[in-house]
Antibody, heavy 126, light 112 residues
Framework: EVQLVESGGGLVQPGGSLRLSCAAS????????MDWVRQAPGKGLEWVAR??????????QYAASVKDRFTISRDDSKNSLYLEMNRLKTEDTAVYYC?????????????????WGQGTMVTVSS | DIVMTQSPLSLPVTPGEPASISCRSS???????????LDWYLQKPGQSPQLLIY???NRASGVPDRFRGTVSGTDFTLKISRVEADDLGVYYC?????????FGGGTKLEIK
């Protein structure tokens, strides 16, 4: 069974830092692109960042709202995904979801999020 | 960035009746492989989102055939043939054609 378990959320002051983790199990983690998606309280979904797999050089992509402040990374040896968040703002307050991208291949197109974690809450407030 | 516009905002439906949710993209989501990179997700109350449809019309594993996705140009539609009580929640479309990935604002399906 695929499992994605986020941790590391909490209360932090504006300008502070936080590191989120996502522990993956039940699948070959190293094969998949992995993303972070967030949801502010009572609001819709917002894509945050992506890290591709080793075959695609672990390349990363970011939403403009977090670029230069957040860093996504992965450790395939630990089946773990991370999000380092710096210079946090009040508008970063949200539930942060770890999401697995469906296996990317030429014979099976599509890049949807086929599995999501339960989320971890980040609150940025003084 | 590609803007995704969903409608309606709220959709009250009687169980057993059909429902339809629309999503329009500001740019074509048709990739060079011939597929439209548009996904549909359902977020049930208190839960994480779950995948319903990918590539505009492909049902995800375990999704009942009451759910169907269609496309016409940059207009996408999610159709539920017969709504059940378990279908309530917020439905989101998302374009996966290019980063930044972008979501529609959501449609809240409510059971009458």
């Amino acid at each position: 069974e695929v499992q994605l378990v986020e941790s590391g959320g909490g209360l932090v002051q504006p300008g502070g830092s936080l590191r989120l983790s996502c522990a993956a199990s039940g699948f070959r983690f190293s094969d998949h692109y992995m993303d972070w998606v967030r949801q502010a309280p009572g609001k819709g979904l917002e894509w945050v960042a992506r890290v591709k797999n080793k075959a695609n050089f672990y390349s990363t992509q970011y939403a403009a709202s977090v670029k230069d402040r957040f860093t996504i990374s992965r450790d395939d040896s630990k089946n773990s995904l991370y999000l380092e968040m710096n210079r946090l703002k009040t508008e970063d307050t949200a539930v942060y979801y770890c999401a697995r991208v469906k296996l990317v291949s030429a014979v099976s197109p599509g890049r949807p999020f086929d599995n999501w974690g339960q989320g971890t809450m980040v609150t940025v407030s003084s | 960035d590609i803007v995704m516009t969903q409608s309606p905002l709220s959709l009250p439906v009687t169980p057993g009746e059909p429902a339809s949710i629309s999503c329009r993209s500001s740019q074509s989501l048709l990739d060079s492989d011939g597929y439209h990179y548009l996904d549909w997700y359902l977020q049930k109350p208190g839960q994480s989102p779950q995948l319903l449809i990918y590539l505009a019309s492909n049902r995800a594993s375990g999704v009942p055939d009451r759910f169907r996705g269609t496309v016409s140009g940059t207009d996408f539609t999610l159709k539920i043939s017969r709504v059940e009580a378990d279908d309530l929640g917020v439905y989101y479309c998302m374009q996966a054609r290019q980063t930044p990935l972008t979501f529609g604002g959501g449609t809240k399906l409510e059971i009458k």
